[in-house]
């Protein structure tokens, strides 16, 4: 592996950290908001605001993602592929239109269909796919090579998570692939800046010290990096 065991588990410690911070902060509640046959309106407007979609759609466009939300999840859960969604979604006129303001609506779609129930697979934006090293003319085309990736033999999304799974005494909250999701975030991250976060002792003591179950999540990302440091995931993701 090009790098040392010991970064991988940092690397863990900080996305099972942050992992449980954000489910117990915010979403869960936003799950229980959109994923319901009546979304909860205060909910949905948080969630777009906190994961900046907002900003990428038209008072009209979030009117059609919100009465159209169960109907897109209900098409991702019985099979569609994300192209397929990205497709109806694209459509000026179509059922679903629900074009963001830079034209396909990508990133913000898997970001809202996972809090409605629509899929458990990580959120593509451009610090998950610079982790998985995404490649495409367009966003729609990037999110699709990045999801083809994940899913490929050199990645191993499907054998690592059924790997942590396996970990016995997981938290209630626990989401495999929201966990997934914030490694690759945090690579990106890494990726983008050319430095290791978790490698600034000051804030990495900060941080932990701040999480009020901080001994029960070292010894739980301790067991994730024994489980998945031989990984195609782990070795993908420190190349």
């Given at each position: 592996?090009?790098r040392?065991?010991?970064d991988?588990?940092?690397?863990?410690?900080?996305?099972l950290?942050?992992?449980?911070?954000?489910?117990?902060?915010?979403?869960?509640l936003y799950?229980?908001?959109l994923?319901?046959?009546?979304?909860?309106?205060?909910?949905?407007?948080?969630?777009?605001?906190?994961?900046?979609?907002?900003?990428?759609?038209?008072?009209?466009?979030?009117?059609?993602?919100?009465?159209?939300?169960?109907?897109l999840?209900?098409?991702k859960?019985?099979?569609?592929?994300?192209?397929?969604?990205?497709e109806i979604?694209?459509?000026?006129?179509g059922?679903?239109?629900?074009?963001?303001?830079?034209g396909?609506?990508?990133?913000g779609?898997?970001k809202?269909?996972?809090?409605?129930?629509?899929?458990n697979?990580?959120m593509?934006?451009?610090f998950?796919?610079?982790?998985?090293?995404?490649?495409?003319?367009s966003q729609t085309?990037?999110?699709?090579?990045?999801?083809h990736?994940?899913?490929?033999?050199?990645?191993?999304?499907?054998?690592?998570?059924?790997?942590?799974?396996?970990?016995?005494?997981?938290?209630?909250?626990?989401?495999?692939?929201?966990?997934?999701?914030?490694?690759?975030?945090?690579?990106?991250?890494?990726?983008?800046?050319?430095?290791?976060?978790y490698?600034?002792?000051?804030?990495?003591?900060?941080?932990?010290?701040?999480?009020s179950?901080?001994?029960?999540l070292m010894?739980?990302a301790?067991?994730?990096?024994?489980?998945?440091?031989?990984?195609?995931f782990?070795?993908a993701?420190?190349?």
């Amino acid at each position: 592996m090009p790098r040392a065991v010991s970064d991988l588990n940092e690397l863990v410690k900080f996305a099972l950290f942050d992992h449980a911070r954000t489910m117990t902060g915010s979403e869960l509640l936003y799950r229980c908001g959109l994923n319901s046959s009546v979304v909860d309106e205060r909910c949905f407007s948080a969630m777009l605001y906190e994961f900046n979609v907002a900003r990428t759609l038209s008072s009209k466009g979030k009117l059609a993602l919100r009465d159209n939300l169960q109907k897109l999840s209900s098409l991702k859960r019985s099979g569609h592929s994300w192209q397929e969604l990205f497709e109806i979604t694209h459509y000026k006129k179509g059922e679903f239109a629900i074009r963001g303001s830079n034209g396909a609506f990508v990133s913000g779609l898997t970001k809202v269909l996972w809090f409605a129930g629509g899929h458990n697979e990580p959120m593509f934006d451009k610090f998950t796919a610079k982790a998985v090293r995404a490649k495409g003319s367009s966003q729609t085309n990037k999110a699709i090579n990045f999801y083809h990736r994940l899913s490929s033999d050199d990645w191993g999304y499907h054998d690592v998570c059924s790997s942590i799974l396996e970990t016995p005494n997981l938290p209630k909250y626990f989401a495999v692939e929201r966990l997934i999701d914030k490694l690759l975030l945090f690579r990106g991250i890494e990726l983008d800046n050319g430095d290791h976060l978790y490698s600034r002792s000051s804030t990495k003591s900060q941080y932990f010290k701040s999480i009020s179950e901080a001994g029960s999540l070292m010894q739980l990302a301790e067991n994730f990096t024994r489980r998945i440091k031989d990984s195609s995931f782990a070795m993908a993701l420190l190349k």
